[in-house]
């Protein structure tokens, strides 16, 4: 996806640990400390998310899911995972590229 001619559009990474690791990490990933900035109704979004081989696809659902309910219902979302097992402790890291309409 280029983003070279789209706008706005927000880069975030996010990582997280423990039960609700993905999901975290997701959550941390889609936030943007900028007050005027938001991926609510997004109409495009790259992410990937990347974990080790414990990474289960229910981990990876769960991202998806509150990634897809930030976003526009039409939204064009790209996605992948990526398993690296040097990546430390039970980490799930997330990248997301996103399109914002309107900053308001």
């Not at 609700?20 to 938001?38: E, F, G, Q, V, Y």
Request: aromatic share 4%.
């Amino acid at each position: 996806m280029d983003f070279a001619d789209a706008g706005s559009a927000l880069m975030g990474i996010g990582s997280g640990t423990g039960k609700d690791r993905a999901a975290l990490a997701a959550s941390r990933a889609i936030s943007s400390s900028l007050p005027d900035a938001t991926i609510e109704r997004a109409t495009r979004i790259m992410f990937n998310v990347i974990g080790m081989s414990s990474m289960s696809f229910k981990e990876i659902q769960d991202a998806a899911d509150l990634i897809y309910d930030s976003v526009d219902l039409d939204a064009n979302v790209i996605f992948g995972t990526l398993v690296d097992d040097s990546i430390e402790g039970d980490s799930i890291i997330i990248t997301a590229g996103v399109h914002i309409n309107k900053i308001k």
